[in-house]
T-cell receptor, first 115, second 113 residues
Framework: EPEVTQTPSHQVTQMGQEVILRCVPI?????FYWYRQILGQKVEFLVS????????KSEIFDDQFSVERPDGSNFTLKIRSTKLEDSAMYFC?????????????FGPGTRLTVL | GQQLNQSPQSMFIQEGEDVSMNCTSS?????WLWYKQDPGEGPVLLIA?????ELTSNGRLTAQFGITRKDSFLNISASIPSDVGIYFC?????????????FGGGTRLMVKP
């Protein structure tokens, strides 16, 4: 069964460093998303991406964050200068389409630890 | 922003018991989804609901989309130890251009064998 994959599973970085989190969405999906989950809290939306541009972003997704689809299979989230409060699980998700009957499927996540 | 209130926050039940959890919102959603999350893993989709009043089952799981479009419940019948985990509701509003999902706070389910 097709699934969303993410690498690395765990990333440790120093405050102020740049990190790139990688995702391979399900192959025939057209909509891609990033969510984050701070330890013990609920999942929060960061950004959605379609047709090579951002469709929607939350307040969390400030100018330190960027997304890119560098090729036909990968979808990346970059944090330019990490802060302690960026420590969280980051989940990539994808869906075949938009709106009704287009469920979002989540990857296993990348645990980001900022020291 | 939109908020989903999920209850209960946690449940500790005996194996074989039925479980019920629900989500409510002050906003209307046009899609309700229920996910399960195991420790250290991503949310796994259990049930998706698209129409007000819709009742959908997936094995021992049953979920309903409230008539007002502002609530949903998930029932698990005859619980087993592998049902342990955190259950999240998520809603998608009609006016979300980017298909954003708003998640509830989660219900942590613990099952005693």
């Amino acid at each position: 069964e097709p699934e969303v994959t993410q690498t690395p599973s765990h990333q440790v970085t120093q405050m102020g460093q740049e990190v790139i989190l990688r995702c391979v969405p399900i192959s025939n999906h057209l909509y891609f998303y990033w969510y984050r989950q701070i330890l013990g809290q609920k999942v929060e939306f960061l950004v959605s991406f379609y047709n090579n541009e951002i469709s929607e972003k939350s307040e969390i997704f400030d100018d330190q964050f960027s997304v890119e689809r560098p090729d036909g299979s990968n979808f990346t989230l970059k944090i330019r200068s990490t802060k302690l409060e960026d420590s969280a699980m980051y989940f990539c998700a994808s869906s075949a389409g938009a709106g009704g009957a287009n469920e979002q499927f989540f990857g296993p996540g990348t645990r980001l630890t900022v020291l | 922003g939109q908020q989903l209130n999920q209850s209960p926050q946690s449940m500790f039940i005996q194996e074989g018991e039925d479980v019920s959890m629900n989500c409510t919102s002050s906003s209307i959603f046009n899609t309700w989804l229920w996910y399960k999350q195991d420790p250290g893993e991503g949310p796994v989709l259990l049930i998706a609901l698209y129409k007000a009043g819709e009742l959908t089952s997936n094995g021992r799981l049953t979920a309903q989309f409230g008539i007002t479009r502002k609530d949903s419940f998930l029932n698990i019948s005859a619980s087993i130890p592998s049902d342990v985990g955190i259950y999240f509701c998520a809603g998608q509003a009609l006016n979300n251009a980017g298909n954003m999902l708003t998640f509830g706070g989660g219900t942590r389910l613990m099952v005693k064998p």
